[in-house]
């Protein structure tokens, strides 16, 4: 049991491996995060599992980062499921081989601040997150779950499949400037107004091999979408192979659902100039 701790309920620092975190209870942490990964010097941490924990996050930090040294030594090898985490997102950065599936993340309003349920930037490689219901309840707050790049380094290798993800602003699921990822089997439902169910786009640089498939946009009570799906690029960058295909989308207020139900698409760089908008057959 971590109660009302100070700072941190439990602080993860450089070179620590084969560490199992299980069937703990974070409380009302009073300042900085229930689960803090801040490693720094050399020597990532490696092989850590943290598994079946309850984190009642109540200040307006991250619930729980996980990251490596920035460069060469990330989180290698890490697994972050069958968590509940209420009241805060998470957040992992500088990461390789991460799995983060079978969770309950619920994100309330608490101020100003981006509070993405799941986010993972500035260096991610061979990511899967799948299995997790994720809500994004706050109404600043600009995704559900999210993948972007940051400094150039990109996240490649992203799986993220059969989430559960419920947004009241924002997108559903965005990807910005991420290469070699899978957005599939997913189902993404607007409790307000919402602005994209998935949303690709190039920003700092190029992207390639992205497939959008066999998602469910659709929507609750008074929720709506701007639009299902939409493809983006940022001149001077391109989006290349890009695959959309088997999605049905609801309650769009650009579009239709029958416009936006994809039986095969397939898009490359050409067709994708400046900050288009990519309504799909």
């Known amino acids: 049991m971590f109660q009302t701790n100070k700072r941190s309920g439990l602080g993860i620092q450089r070179a620590i491996e084969q ?3 299980a069937h703990c209870h974070f409380d009302a942490t009073v300042s900085d995060q229930s689960i803090d990964f801040e490693p720094t010097g050399s020597g990532g941490p490696t092989n850590l599992v943290i598994q079946g924990c309850i984190i009642n996050h109540t200040n307006p930090t991250k619930a729980v980062t996980l990251s490596g040294v920035s460069g060469p030594d990330p989180l290698f090898n890490c697994k972050f499921t069958d968590n509940i ?13 991460l799995t983060i599936q079978n969770n309950t993340i619920l994100v309330t309003r608490l101020g100003e601040v981006q509070r993405i349920p799941v986010e ?8 899967v997150i799948s299995g997790n219901l994720l809500v994004n ?23 993220v499949a059969q989430n559960l993800c ?24 607007a409790t307000d107004a919402c602005r994209q169910g998935v949303f690709i786009r190039s920003e700092a640089s190029d992207m390639d091999q992205i497939s959008v498939r066999d998602n469910d946009v659709t929507v609750k009570e008074k929720g709506a ?20 295909t088997g999605n049905s989308v609801r309650g769009p207020r650009r579009g239709s659902a029958s416009k936006m139900r994809t039986s095969s698409a397939r898009r490359s760089a050409r067709s994708i100039g400046p900050a288009p908008t990519c309504h799909l057959p």
């Open 225 to 244: 979408w701007s639009t299902g799906i939409r493809i983006a690029s940022t001149a001077p960058h391109q989006i290349r192979e890009v695959s959309v």
């Open 166 to 189: 419920f947004a009241r602003s924002g997108n559903g699921i965005q990807c910005l400037s991420s290469d070699d990822v899978a957005v599939h089997a997913n189902m993404i439902v």
């Open 19 to 21: 560490i199992i975190v």
């Open 120 to 127: 993972v930037q500035r260096g991610g490689d061979a990511v």
């Open 137 to 159: 309840d706050d109404t600043v707050t600009e995704a559900v779950i999210s993948l972007s790049e940051v400094n150039q380094r990109q996240v490649t290798r992203a799986l």
């Open 85 to 97: 985490v209420l009241g805060g997102p998470l957040v992992c950065s500088d990461v390789d081989q």
